[in-house]
């Protein structure tokens, strides 16, 4: 089909009431996802000091919370095929939301590391399902843009983490903040009760007879069983063009997360000691990285409905190399709030584009788990970035770590050769 070809949908995916429920109960989902996750950053001086954790015990914190979403983007992906979008995302959004909130009453690192992972496990359903449930919601010719907006809901929740931080912990002491992470059960609600499944899942589910979904949405049904999660599993992997492709998403998952994780996990910290700008204005200096980020986010949804995937992805990752490098060199403070601004922009700004490039290469039955296991693998890999940059800090200086960031959008780069440009093409 080509990018010309009109979208047909049903009355309610083309409502325009329907796609704001829907890309709002995404984007809030993944903005709590968020916000979850820079909390933990910032509240890492207070649980070093508090254990006595050395700093690479510190940043494993992070990276045990993304290997439990890992394991939570599988099961979630599986389960949001099955049983619906919105209903698998009420759940992870309770998981996540409640073992945040016991994360402040641990009492030492390996009870800290027990919630963190099974609050990784709710996290990582909500790449996944946020981004399917945008992608099915809105016509072929603005799905980039959906899911950039998807998105802009991570970076607004890492941007309040990154505001309210310094006068929660000022205030009340690290532990706060993750009491501040229950609030998000509540949203948990306010999503099952407002949103429907997208009509894209809903008949996919009527043509293979499945019974997931509430309501008369399998009625219809044909004798067609749904897909096992083995059957969708393999389906990533089911011929050598899908290898390619599979092959190629966990490349620019894996750098996307690499290049977030290693940059923001420890840029707080960097500017507030290193840079000997304090917790406040350390706080403030990632604020502006972070709006960078937002604003690459929306900007490269826009690149990417217009020029397509290729293009738009070869345009940042350029960026993100060329930024990085400059960024790694500045010591002057206002030099390093306007060049955080562009580092964030570029290297992040690639985030909004791979909800639709997973949602284009996949069709419907086995949409969200591809979604969730390919980038929650690209978020376990990633995730080792801030003990590769602990490590790498400790010897040669944080600015050093930073500067050798730009060699895996080299990768990136020349990992969009294996896939097939979709800009426009309905979703199969």
């Given at each position: 089909?080509?990018?010309?070809?009109?979208?047909?949908?049903?009355e309610?995916?083309?409502?325009?009431?329907?796609?704001?429920?829907?890309?709002f109960?995404?984007?809030?989902?993944?903005?709590?996802?968020?916000?979850?996750?820079?909390?933990?950053?910032?509240?890492?001086?207070?649980?070093?000091a508090?254990f006595?954790?050395?700093?690479v015990?510190?940043?494993?914190?992070?990276?045990?919370?993304?290997?439990g979403?890992?394991?939570?983007?599988?099961?979630?992906?599986?389960?949001?095929?099955?049983?619906?979008r919105?209903?698998?995302?009420t759940?992870?959004?309770?998981?996540?939301?409640?073992?945040?909130?016991?994360?402040?009453?641990?009492?030492?690192?390996?009870?800290?590391?027990?919630?963190?992972?099974?609050a990784g496990?709710?996290?990582?359903?909500?790449?996944?399902?946020?981004?399917?449930?945008?992608?099915?919601?809105?016509?072929?010719?603005?799905?980039?843009?959906?899911?950039?907006?998807?998105?802009?809901?991570?970076?607004?929740?890492?941007?309040?983490?990154?505001?309210?931080?310094?006068?929660?912990?000022?205030?009340?002491?690290?532990?706060?903040?993750?009491?501040?992470?229950?609030?998000?059960?509540?949203?948990?609600?306010?999503?099952r009760?407002?949103?429907?499944?997208?009509?894209?899942?809903?008949?996919?589910?009527?043509?293979?007879?499945?019974?997931?979904?509430?309501?008369?949405?399998?009625?219809?049904?044909?004798?067609?069983?749904?897909?096992?999660?083995?059957?969708?599993?393999?389906?990533?992997?089911?011929?050598?063009?899908?290898?390619?492709?599979?092959?190629?998403?966990?490349?620019?998952?894996?750098?996307?997360?690499?290049?977030?994780?290693?940059?923001?996990?420890?840029?707080?910290?960097?500017?507030?000691?290193?840079?000997?700008?304090g917790?406040?204005k350390?706080?403030l200096?990632?604020?502006?990285?972070?709006?960078?980020?937002?604003?690459?986010?929306?900007?490269?949804?826009?690149?990417?409905?217009?020029?397509?995937?290729?293009?738009?992805?070869?345009i940042?990752?350029?960026?993100a190399?060329i930024?990085?490098?400059?960024?790694?060199?500045?010591?002057?403070?206002?030099?390093?709030?306007?060049?955080?601004?562009?580092?964030?922009?570029?290297?992040?700004?690639?985030?909004?584009?791979?909800?639709?490039?997973?949602?284009?290469?996949?069709?419907?039955q086995?949409?969200?788990?591809?979604q969730?296991?390919?980038?929650?693998?690209?978020?376990?890999?990633?995730?080792?970035?801030?003990?590769?940059?602990?490590?790498?800090?400790?010897?040669?200086?944080?600015?050093?770590?930073?500067?050798l960031l730009?060699?895996?959008?080299?990768?990136?780069?020349?990992?969009?050769?294996?896939?097939?440009?979709?800009?426009?093409?309905?979703?199969?």
């Amino acid at each position: 089909m080509s990018a010309a070809t009109p979208q047909t949908s049903t009355e309610t995916a083309s409502a325009p009431t329907y796609k704001r429920k829907a890309l709002f109960a995404a984007a809030v989902g993944y903005g709590l996802d968020g916000f979850d996750l820079l909390i933990l950053s910032f509240a890492l001086g207070g649980i070093i000091a508090t254990f006595g954790l050395s700093d690479v015990e510190a940043g494993s914190l992070s990276t045990i919370t993304l290997f439990g979403a890992v394991l939570g983007g599988i099961v979630f992906g599986s389960l949001a095929d099955r049983y619906g979008r919105v209903r698998v995302l009420t759940w992870t959004v309770l998981i996540f939301a409640v073992f945040t909130g016991l994360s402040a009453i641990a009492q030492g690192y390996w009870d800290m590391a027990a919630y963190r992972f099974v609050a990784g496990v709710g996290i990582g359903g909500e790449f996944g399902i946020g981004m399917a449930l945008a992608a099915e919601a809105v016509p072929a010719n603005q799905r980039a843009r959906a899911t950039s907006w998807v998105g802009v809901g991570f970076q607004i929740g890492v941007f309040a983490a990154a505001i309210v931080a310094a006068p929660v912990i000022a205030l009340w002491g690290w532990r706060a903040l993750f009491v501040i992470g229950l609030f998000p059960a509540i949203f948990a609600f306010v999503i099952r009760r407002g949103v429907e499944e997208p009509d894209k899942f809903v008949q996919s589910q009527r043509g293979q007879g499945g019974n997931g979904v509430s309501g008369d949405s399998a009625a219809g049904s044909t004798t067609a069983e749904l897909p096992t999660f083995g059957a969708k599993i393999h389906a990533l992997v089911k011929d050598g063009a899908t290898v390619k492709i599979t092959f190629a998403l966990i490349i620019l998952s894996t750098v996307q997360n690499f290049g977030y994780f290693g940059i923001i996990a420890w840029l707080p910290n960097y500017l507030s000691e290193k840079m000997e700008l304090g917790v406040t204005k350390g706080s403030l200096w990632t604020a502006v990285t972070v709006i960078g980020m937002l604003a690459g986010i929306l900007i490269f949804g826009q690149v990417a409905d217009r020029l397509g995937r290729r293009p738009a992805f070869w345009i940042f990752q350029a960026g993100a190399i060329i930024s990085i490098l400059v960024y790694s060199q500045m010591t002057d403070p206002s030099a390093l709030l306007v060049g955080g601004f562009f580092m964030g922009a570029f290297a992040n700004g690639m985030l909004g584009g791979h909800g639709a490039l997973l949602a284009e290469m996949y069709p419907t039955q086995v949409r969200a788990t591809a979604q969730n296991v390919i980038f929650n693998i690209g978020r376990a890999l990633g995730g080792l970035a801030p003990v590769v940059i602990a490590l790498l800090a400790d010897s040669f200086g944080f600015a050093f770590a930073l500067a050798l960031l730009p060699t895996i959008y080299i990768i990136q780069f020349l990992a969009m050769f294996l896939l097939p440009e979709k800009r426009g093409i309905e979703l199969e």
